[in-house]
């Protein structure tokens, strides 16, 4: 769906001015709004207003991912007009399929951003590629390529949240701990993380379920190798409704889950952040989203204070078709720990926000991630049919020389193929630095694809081990023509402007009073399990104590 700014920027002045009622009328968010505490409403029946040029808003929020969309929540409920700006699409709108999101198995233009070919994470099989040709669109998942690393991300309204696995973790206390000694674990624990978890809407799947079901047998294979050779495995929560998914199972409902969509979004089926967050924030009546608008600078404005951004407009082809600047009293980085720190990094080098410090694009690390396959005996199927959200966790992250938390992964190809296929998450204590280039005028990361050798190390230990014990061997045909480990890629970036270094202890940039740090980027490099409950969670307790200090 476009922006067509023209016809809605009146809106965009008068925001300030619409009453809640009026909103309501007008998007028809009345009902979804009564209900909804307990059950879904879409992002989807916000008002599309596009910021206009010239505008002077109290709060602009960029990315509409985790960070954002907690900001965007509480900002909104303490009753300050809010607009948030989103480089990818809104995804309300079906393509001629009828369905918003394409299939997994047959990808056209609405899976990637910006590119002529799909760039799978598991590229490979049986010596070739599985890549696939597809139109240039501003498709729903990212694969920025930094030379050393491919690093996924979600593009659209409710970033992330739009094409991941939605395994809500919750991170092991004495890891976070270690971690942000600056922040108050007691708090987080009794307060914040059971807060994201409920705003999040994660629940567990029904274990008798899990036991029966053929679309889990990947993971009850799984777990049964991996306990067979003395590891530890448990279950994981998820943001995927399992009742939904249990209908989905019965034949009752549309599957999503159940017939492979996850990472080109699902259709059906996930909380994902425009159906939590977001539709809660935009049911205030004073959350404003300008999806397609990609900010390039923020300075602090030369006359009545606050701070200018200036962004481009763009259409679904990525073509820039319009330049505005927008004056906001207070602007929250929410643009994830790439985006976030490459807009930083290049204000600093540039003289925009020239006295951040030296911290800023610093700590970034990609949680330790590696993925591998193991290939199975022949009585080990895995299933023709799985599903495509994970649930489960080899948890060997107390072996003090290998720590490794590793999620099994499903593979649903619609076939059986007797893999089993991991990401491993490893305390992996390599880090690397974002650094601008004056020639190009484009900020790079320097990881090097070696540093990635301490996960293979700490995730070979363990699938060794596995390995042995069945006599297995791993696949050496998913990740490349020849290559065993998927280290070229993430799936967590993490770090950048990390919380209490680039940022006070609640993501404040005091050099710069009203700009703020919400996403992923506050994480130092590593959180040891999948990082959203944790991001979601520091946003809810840093945007708290933002509210009570900072906005009068
Ligand atoms: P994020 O959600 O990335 O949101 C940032 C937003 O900002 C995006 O929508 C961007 O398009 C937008 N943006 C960036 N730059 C600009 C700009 N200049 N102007 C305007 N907008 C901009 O950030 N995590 C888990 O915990 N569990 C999982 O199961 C899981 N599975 C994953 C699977 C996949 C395929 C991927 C890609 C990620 C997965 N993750 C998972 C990671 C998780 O989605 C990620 O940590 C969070 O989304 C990061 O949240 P942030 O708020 O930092």
Known sequence: ???????????????????????????????????????????????????????????????????????????????????????????????????????????????????????????????GSVDKN??????????????????????????????????AVTPKRNYFEEILPGVDSNEMYSTYFPRANAALGVNNIDPAWFESTEYYKFARTGRKTAERSGYTTTFVPNVYDFNYMKQEAAGQVTKSALVSEVIYGNNAGKKSLDKTYLAAASATGKLTISALHVVTSV??????????????????????????????????????????????????????LANLPGAVGQEWGHNGNVMVGRANHMWDATGAKQSAIPVMGIDNWADTSAPVFAEIAPFPAGTELW????????????????????????????????????????????????????????????????????????????????????????????????????DGSLVPGNVGVNPFVTITALAERNIENIIANDMN
């Open 1 to 127: 769906m476009s922006i067509r700014a023209g016809s809605n920027e009146r809106h965009a002045r008068t925001n300030s001015t619409l009453s809640r009622r009026n909103f309501l009328a007008a998007t028809g968010l009345a009902v979804g709004a009564a209900a909804l505490s307990s059950s879904w409403t879409t992002a989807a029946a916000a008002p599309r207003r596009a910021l206009s040029d010239g505008d002077r808003v109290p709060a602009l929020v960029i990315g509409s991912g985790y960070g954002g969309a907690v900001a965007a929540l509480r900002l909104t409920q303490a009753g300050i007009d809010t607009h948030m700006v989103e480089m990818g699409k809104s995804w309300t709108t079906p393509g001629s399929d009828g369905k918003v999101f394409c299939p997994m198995l047959s990808p056209d233009g609405r899976s990637f951003w910006l590119r002529d070919r799909t760039v799978q994470p598991v590229s490979h099989f049986s010596g």
């Open 134 to 167: 597809i139109s240039r669109y501003v498709g729903v998942l990212d694969a920025e390529d930094f030379g050393g690393i491919k690093v996924y991300q979600g593009r659209g309204v409710g970033g992330g949240s739009l094409v991941n696995g939605g395994m």
């Open 299 to 352: 300075a602090p404005a030369a006359t009545g204070g606050g701070y200018q951004v200036v962004m481009n407009q763009i259409n679904e082809q990525g073509n820039t078709v319009g330049t505005k600047t927008v004056t906001a009293d207070k602007v929250f980085f929410a643009a994830g720990s790439i985006g976030t720190s490459k807009l930083l990094v290049a204000m600093k080098a540039q003289g925009q």
């Open 419 to 518: 893999v089993s296929l991991y990401l491993a998450i490893a305390k992996n204590p390599q880090r690397a630095q974002f650094q601008f280039n004056s020639a190009t005028g484009k900020v790079g990361l320097n990881w090097q694809r070696s540093q990635n050798q301490p996960s293979i190390d700490m995730a070979k230990k363990l699938f060794d081990k596995i390995n042995k014990k069945e006599g297995t061997i791993y696949r050496t045909d998913l990740f490349g023509p020849v290559q065993t480990w998927g280290d070229q890629l993430t799936y967590h970036p993490l770090g950048g402007c990390v919380l209490g270094k680039a940022t006070d202890g609640y993501g404040r940039l005091p050099e710069y009073p009203g700009l703020y740090v919400m």
